[in-house]
């Protein structure tokens, strides 16, 4: 059988998350996110990012998330500033495009935006003859499995702030950065220093779905009215609801965030052992090893992967990725075949 070290989504969800589900199976609930479940998980968020005037919806993925934050902030002729692997650019088919946004993609080294790299994109958009770069898009963990510092992103915000521009952050994969050890950011500091961000629950044990936070006060109006516009407010909302109010109880966002990093530690000293280079230093569950390509070939008989980019004509560079679920087993079976090949 292959192991998938392909995403952290290959897995249902953690038993808890299943059990409180199965337990408010029969209940009778109202519907669109206005039940017991979805008020309280929003109380428990609010509480965890230390913000009682946030504004919490509950969205089921990703991509719809990114569009409704984008889409949902920015006027007609205004655009969205990201690293060039960003999401939004890269894995959401012109999802943000699709609503008559233009998305302003900026290389970086190691999927991280800076002041100095947002600066130029506003020296080149001067006047009405071009779009308007009214937000900046964010991921942490980025799309290459870098993080954010606190100090990182206090620049970031200090210069969205002085410019007018609204900050947002992608956490799709914010469980992994935050369990980190490299990490020294908490969901408070991310609730102070952005206007809006989201918890991903699809990449971090949920069955699905995510948490969208809005912050500043001019992206609260009507929110509903747009979620519901765009195809993304469930009829049984309650079932993200139980999710959240699950994961924000007895610590089991991080708990299971933590698992997946330290397996990801696992597959790290394995590479490292057998000397093979990453292509970012990613501390999180994203892993991205140079391998020669016969090695990458013939670890993908048994391993099941995908293929991030060929640096050269002969190595290959590759994606791990951990999750909640991953089994030691898996990793040393991975680690075991390395030592065969490498």
């Given at each position: 059988?292959?192991?998938?070290?392909?995403?952290?989504?290959?897995?249902?969800?953690?038993?808890?998350?299943?059990?409180?589900?199965?337990?408010?199976?029969?209940?009778?609930?109202?519907?669109?996110?206005?039940?017991?479940?979805?008020?309280?998980?929003?109380?428990?968020?609010?509480r965890e990012i230390r913000r009682e005037d946030a504004d919490v919806h509950f969205i089921p993925g990703g991509t719809?998330?990114?569009?409704?934050?984008?889409?949902?902030?920015?006027?007609?002729?205004?655009?969205?500033?990201?690293?060039?692997?960003?999401?939004?650019?890269?894995?959401?088919?012109?999802?943000?495009?699709?609503?008559?946004?233009?998305?302003?993609?900026?290389?970086?080294?190691?999927?991280?935006?800076?002041?100095?790299?947002?600066?130029?994109?506003?020296?080149?958009?001067?006047?009405?003859?071009?779009?308007?770069?009214?937000?900046?898009?964010?991921?942490?963990?980025?799309?290459?499995?870098?993080?954010?510092?606190?100090?990182?992103?206090?620049?970031?915000?200090?210069?969205?702030?002085?410019?007018?521009?609204?900050?947002?952050?992608?956490?799709?994969?914010?469980?992994?950065?935050?369990?980190?050890?490299?990490?020294?950011?908490?969901?408070?500091?991310?609730?102070?220093?952005?206007?809006?961000?989201?918890?991903?629950?699809?990449?971090?044990?949920?069955?699905?779905?995510?948490?969208?936070?809005?912050?500043?006060?001019?992206?609260?109006?009507?929110?509903?009215?747009?979620?519901?516009?765009?195809?993304?407010?469930?009829?049984?909302?309650?079932?993200?609801?139980?999710?959240?109010?699950?994961?924000?109880?007895?610590?089991?966002?991080?708990?299971?965030?933590?698992?997946?990093?330290?397996?990801?530690?696992?597959?790290?000293?394995?590479?490292?052992?057998?000397?093979?280079?990453?292509?970012?230093?990613?501390?999180?569950?994203?892993?991205?090893?140079?391998?020669?390509?016969?090695?990458?070939?013939?670890?993908?008989?048994?391993?099941?992967?995908?293929?991030?980019?060929?640096?050269?004509?002969?190595?290959?560079?590759?994606?791990?990725?951990?999750?909640?679920?991953?089994?030691?087993?898996?990793?040393?079976?991975?680690?075991?075949?390395?030592?065969?090949?490498?």
């Amino acid at each position: 059988m292959i192991y998938s070290f392909n995403n952290d989504y290959s897995e249902g969800a953690h038993p808890r998350i299943l059990q409180a589900m199965m337990e408010a199976n029969l209940e009778q609930n109202p519907g669109y996110g206005t039940d017991s479940h979805s008020a309280h998980a929003r109380e428990l968020i609010r509480r965890e990012i230390r913000r009682e005037d946030a504004d919490v919806h509950f969205i089921p993925g990703g991509t719809q998330t990114n569009l409704l934050a984008v889409s949902g902030a920015l006027r007609p002729h205004q655009a969205v500033i990201c690293a060039e692997t960003g999401h939004i650019n890269v894995h959401e088919t012109g999802a943000i495009e699709a609503t008559g946004h233009k998305v302003l993609s900026c290389p970086t080294p190691d999927g991280i935006l800076t002041p100095e790299q947002l600066q130029r994109v506003l020296a080149h958009h001067t006047d009405e003859h071009m779009v308007q770069p009214k937000m900046v898009y964010i991921s942490d963990a980025t799309e290459v499995g870098t993080i954010y510092t606190k100090a990182a992103l206090e620049e970031l915000s200090r210069f969205c702030r002085l410019h007018g521009l609204y900050l947002f952050l992608d956490g799709a994969r914010l469980g992994s950065a935050l369990a980190s050890r490299a990490n020294d950011l908490t969901l408070a500091d991310i609730a102070e220093l952005t206007d809006l961000f989201y918890i991903g629950g699809t990449k971090n044990g949920a069955l699905f779905g995510e948490a969208l936070v809005l912050l500043h006060p001019d992206l609260k109006q009507d929110f509903r009215f747009l979620i519901k516009q765009r195809g993304a407010m469930m009829a049984k909302g309650w079932l993200t609801g139980i999710q959240f109010e699950e994961l924000f109880q007895n610590s089991l966002f991080l708990d299971m965030a933590s698992h997946a990093n330290e397996m990801a530690d696992l597959l790290r000293r394995a590479l490292s052992d057998r000397g093979i280079p990453l292509r970012w230093e990613s501390p999180a569950n994203q892993i991205f090893p140079v391998l020669p390509d016969e090695t990458a070939a013939a670890l993908a008989e048994d391993f099941l992967f995908s293929v991030q980019e060929k640096p050269d004509q002969s190595h290959t560079c590759i994606r791990l990725v951990t999750s909640w679920a991953t089994k030691p087993e898996g990793v040393e079976a991975f680690a075991a075949a390395l030592r065969r090949l490498a």
